[in-house]
């Protein structure tokens, strides 16, 4: 049971680049989701998703995107990497209910550094 | 768009002593307040949390207080280790969290 996998765990990227970042969990969590983590702003929400199919902006979704086609997996796409967008990256995953407030925690993966150039 | 405000920033506490986050909530429909804990390089893990129709909960060393009428919630570490030196996080539902606090504890 590996819980919430992320792959690279690091990664420089020249500005303007593309890249996708890669999440997957092996719980059949129904919940997803994208978390940048940058010093003294916490936690911020990207994008996430509550089921195959299903995806919704959170709080700074500009210049990402993801899909999720499977329950397992949910990648994040940089679309033209910036310098603002260097930050440590964390995908989540929870039980459904997690929204409503049911009392499930997230899982979290061990983040992926990204470095803009 | 924070809707939850933690404080302090950081804190430094001597080891034995009691380390004390508080965060502070808008969204009235918040019902579950958890906090989480993250070591350097490490993703934050599920520390301890808590529903709002109790007032406090404990397990072992941690204990969150909970204060609806003023919206506010709060971790107290007991016997503080050095071993607790990290980040924590408060969140909310909805998917929002905190912007941490930096835990030292001084031996």
């Known amino acids: 049971n590996a819980g919430v996998t992320q792959t690279p765990k690091f990664q420089v990227l020249k500005t303007g680049q593309s890249m996708t970042l890669q999440c997957a969990q092996d719980m059949n969590h129904e919940y997803m989701s994208w978390y940048r983590q940058d010093p003294g702003m ?6 996430y998703s509550v089921g195959a199919g299903i995806t919704d902006q959170g709080e700074v979704p500009n210049g990402y995107n993801v899909s999720r086609s499977t329950t397992e997996d949910f990648p994040l796409r940089l679309l033209s990497a910036a310098p603002s967008q260097t930050s440590v990256y964390f995908c989540a995953s929870s039980r459904r209910g997690a ?3 049911l009392g499930y925690g997230y899982t979290f993966g061990s983040g992926t550094r990204l470095t803009v150039v | 768009q924070q809707q939850v405000k933690q404080s302090p920033q950081s ?3 001597q080891k034995g002593g009691i380390s004390i986050i508080n965060c502070a909530y808008e969204n009235t429909a918040f019902d579950y307040f958890p906090w989480y804990q993250q070591f350097p390089g490490k993703g934050p893990a599920l520390l301890i949390a808590i529903r709002p129709d109790v007032s406090e909960k404990k397990e072992g060393r941690f204990t969150i207080s909970f204060n609806k009428s003023a919206k506010q919630f709060s971790l107290h570490i007991m016997d503080s280790q050095p071993g607790d030196s990290a980040t924590y996080f408060c969140a909310g539902t909805k998917l929002v969290f905190g912007a941490g606090t930096i835990l030292r504890v001084k031996s």
């Not at chain 1, 916490?42 to 994008?47: A, E, M, S, T, W």
């Open chain 1, 99 to 101: 929204l409503s407030g």
């Open chain 2, 11 to 13: 804190l430094i506490v």
């Open chain 1, 42 to 47: 916490g936690l911020r929400l990207i994008h």
